[in-house]
């Protein structure tokens, strides 16, 4: 069965410079999610959407950006990059927002230098 | 605030033993609860969903119950293997702003020594 699909799987950035992380959601699912996380920790939610709109937002900080286009794929964008942005980089998806299970990618480990 | 918090930490039993993983969470309002396993540095792997008004859910020799009412859902692994080692990773979801959440406690660290 088809599942998340997140590209790059590795990214090595600088400090200061831009990122863009893609994810490409199981086909019909309609809502994505962004998480977040650090060495040693739990993942942290950070934005979704729904059917191409932002539904939520967590603890993105404001150099973050993120959308959904139409063939329902997102990217998230980070700009001036820190060293603390180092992490791993989950996308889920899940057909409708409410009550569904959240089924993960294998994540997009950013390195910043 | 949803918490939610796992216990133990860390554990490391021998091969072939029954154990159990320990999940609470404070706001007994949920959709559902997910066990996910993660190995380390990599993704996550759905193990199990409960919805809010199931009580369990078997597969293979994993077993998850749900008590909404007490905010508590284990995890029951039969005949421990090696391969079952992995970071054990409990959510769950609260309907926030439109769209669920998933909340995420901090991992049981299982080791199964041969």
């Known amino acids: 069965a088809a599942g998340v699909i997140q590209s790059p799987r590795h990214l090595i950035k600088e400090k200061r410079e831009t990122a863009t992380l893609k994810c490409y959601p199981i086909?019909?699912?309609?809502?994505v999610y962004w998480y977040q996380q650090g060495p040693g920790q739990d993942p942290q939610f950070l934005i979704s959407?729904?059917?191409?709109?932002?539904?939520d937002k967590g603890s993105i900080p404001d150099r973050f950006s993120a959308q959904q286009f139409s063939d329902y794929h997102s990217e998230l964008n980070m700009s001036s990059l820190e060293l603390g942005d180092s992490a791993l980089y989950f996308c889920?998806?899940?057909?409708?927002?409410?009550?569904?299970?959240?089924?993960f990618g294998n994540g997009t480990r950013l390195t910043v230098t | 605030k949803q918490e939610v918090t796992q216990i133990p930490a860390a554990l490391s039993v021998p091969e072939g033993e029954n154990l159990v993983l320990n999940c609470s969470f404070t706001d007994s309002a949920i959709y559902n609860l997910q066990w996910f396993r993660q190995d380390p540095g990599k993704g996550l792997t759905s193990l199990l969903l409960i919805q809010s008004s199931q009580r369990e859910q078997t597969s293979g020799r994993l077993n998850a119950s749900l008590d909404k009412s007490s905010g508590r859902s284990t995890l029951y692994i039969a005949a421990s293997q090696p391969g079952d080692s992995a970071t054990y990773l409990c959510a769950v979801t609260s309907r926030s702003g439109g769209a669920q959440k998933l909340v995420f406690g901090q991992g049981t660290r299982l080791t199964i020594n041969p």
């Open positions: 086909p019909r699912h309609d809502t």
């Open positions: 959407f729904y059917e191409k709109m932002q539904s």
């Open positions: 889920a998806s899940s057909y409708r927002p409410i009550a569904s299970p959240l089924h």
